[in-house]
């Protein structure tokens, strides 16, 4: 079967560094997305995994180790309205098929 | 431009009712996805569109959930007699063509079943 794992919740302070953990088993492997979802909004696109090694944009980061079937999430600098969500996903066949998604990870920025 | 746009926005209705949820995907996307969300758990996915066809339909709980989209565009998804365990949130993405496009999600239509 299929199977997506994640933090269910973190706490991490603000102007602080944050690292999410997603582990996945899935049947096969055509790339690894991030996803941000703030309370009663829609999850919005973060970043895009497919090859080994580190993705940076902006204060957000990610890894992927295929071998290991792990990857992170790195948030720097955090604020306020990083509190939100975050959802990891991996489509596991080709082209356009549906993600198979965890069950998200709900994180808390406290002062 | 538009993203995805979908309605009802809430919808309220009793047991054993039909509902029909709307999605508007962002203009030339060709893949069309429904997925729903329960308090608590990952998004479960329901249907997905290549255009006008339907090449996975294992998601859909019981053969009372059915979509359809036309034109390659609107799509519906319908829930005939409604049961209390169909409340959710019921959200649609759309894409570009590709492995590495990312999925864009409305803001999705919160069904609650009294």
């Known amino acids: 079967g299929q199977n997506i794992d994640q933090p269910t919740e973190m706490t991490a302070t603000e102007g602080a560094i944050v690292q999410i953990n997603c582990t996945y088993q899935?049947?096969?492997?055509?790339?690894l997305f991030w996803y941000q979802q703030h309370a009663g909004e829609a999850p919005t696109f973060l970043s895009y995994?497919?090859?080994?090694g580190l993705e940076e944009k902006g204060r957000f980061s990610s890894f992927l180790s295929r071998s290991k079937g792990y990857s992170y999430l790195l948030l720097k600098e955090l604020q306020m309205k990083d509190s939100a969500s975050y959802l990891c996903?991996?489509?596991?066949?080709?082209?356009?098929?549906?993600?198979?998604f965890g069950k998200g990870t709900r994180l808390s920025v406290i002062a | 431009g538009a993203g995805v746009s979908q309605s009802p926005s809430n919808k309220v209705t009793e047991k054993g009712k039909d509902v029909e949820l709307r999605c508007d995907p962002i203009?030339?996307?060709?893949?069309l996805y429904w997925y729903r969300q329960s308090l608590g758990q990952g998004l479960e996915f329901l249907i997905y569109?290549?255009?006008?066809?339907?090449?996975?339909k294992s998601g859909l709980p019981s053969d009372r959930f059915s979509a359809e989209r036309t034109g390659g565009s609107v799509s519906t998804l319908t829930i005939q007699r409604t049961q209390q365990e169909d409340s959710a949130v019921y959200l649609c993405?759309?894409?570009?063509?590709?492995?590495?496009?990312?999925?864009?999600f409305g803001d999705g239509t919160r069904l609650s079943i009294l």
């Open positions: 993405a759309s894409s570009w063509a590709g492995n590495n496009q990312p999925q864009h």
């Open positions: 899935t049947s096969g492997f055509n790339g």
């Open positions: 995994n497919v090859l080994d």
């Open positions: 996903a991996v489509r596991d066949k080709g082209g356009n098929t549906p993600l198979v």
């Open positions: 203009s030339g996307h060709t893949a």
């Open positions: 569109f290549q255009g006008n066809s339907a090449p996975d």
